[in-house]
């Protein structure tokens, strides 16, 4: 069955810093994921996806099949970027996603 | 205006009650779906459609139903809610031929059963 894993809960690191949300997936199939977050008292909405290999918001990332992951980085960390963020794998012929428990990133002063 | 539209986005209801929690899209999407979330838990997919007379249950099993009679319109009825479906509802709909397949959420009911 397919799962997703983000290991950290709370990620606090300071403005300026890089950042490094992991994601690692267990799919028997060809995967396809993505980044979701949810900003404070917003709706949970898309950041990127690694099929369109886009940078959103200082945000990259890639896939790598051989560790099965799909980790979220970014090289100097903004107040902004404070939010609760969600790796997810597309499933069941493009029909399902699957989420991660979440990370909350917070950027310190 | 294109959004999704959920509504309660609170409900504080009593052992037995049964309810509908609504959610509507002016999107324009064949698709649509329910998650729960529990606190601090991973989204689950507990229902989702292709269109209209199209529903099928998701990865976790869920004692709620869901119909859809018109394409932007997918409410989720509970026939008795109970302590255990305390959680917070999302309804999510994509576009049938978006190629990267990406789902906009509505702002969710928070469901609380006493």
């Known amino acids: 069955a397919q799962r997703v894993t983000q290991p950290e809960k709370l990620l606090s690191v300071f403005k300026g810093a890089p950042v490094e949300l992991k994601c690692n997936y267990s799919?028997?199939?060809?995967?396809?994921l993505f980044w979701y977050v949810q900003y404070s008292r917003q709706r949970l909405q898309l950041l990127l996806r690694h099929i369109s290999r886009e940078s959103i918001k200082g945000f990259t990332a890639d896939l790598n099949k051989g560790e099965t992951s799909f980790h979220l980085k970014k090289p100097f960390a903004q107040e902004e970027d404070s939010a609760m963020y969600y790796c997810?794998?597309?499933?069941?012929?493009?029909?399902?996603?699957?989420f991660g428990t979440g990370t909350q990133l917070k950027v310190e002063l | 205006e294109a959004d999704i539209y959920q509504t309660p986005r609170y409900l504080v209801i009593g052992t037995g009650k049964k309810i509908t929690l609504e959610c509507s899209q002016t999107m324009g999407h064949d698709k649509m779906y329910w998650y729960q979330q529990d606190p601090g838990m991973e989204l689950h997919l507990i229902h989702y459609s292709y269109g209209v007379n199209s529903t099928e249950k998701g990865d976790l099993s869920s004692e709620s139903t869901v119909s859809r009679i018109r394409t932007e319109h997918f409410p989720l009825t509970l026939e008795s809610a109970r302590p255990s479906h305390t959680s917070q509802y999302l309804c999510a709909s994509s576009d049938d031929g978006d190629y990267y397949n990406e789902q906009f959420f509505g702002p969710g009911t928070r469901l609380t059963v006493l």
């Open positions: 997810a794998l597309l499933t069941g012929g493009g029909n399902k996603l699957t």
């Open positions: 799919y028997s199939g060809s995967p396809e």
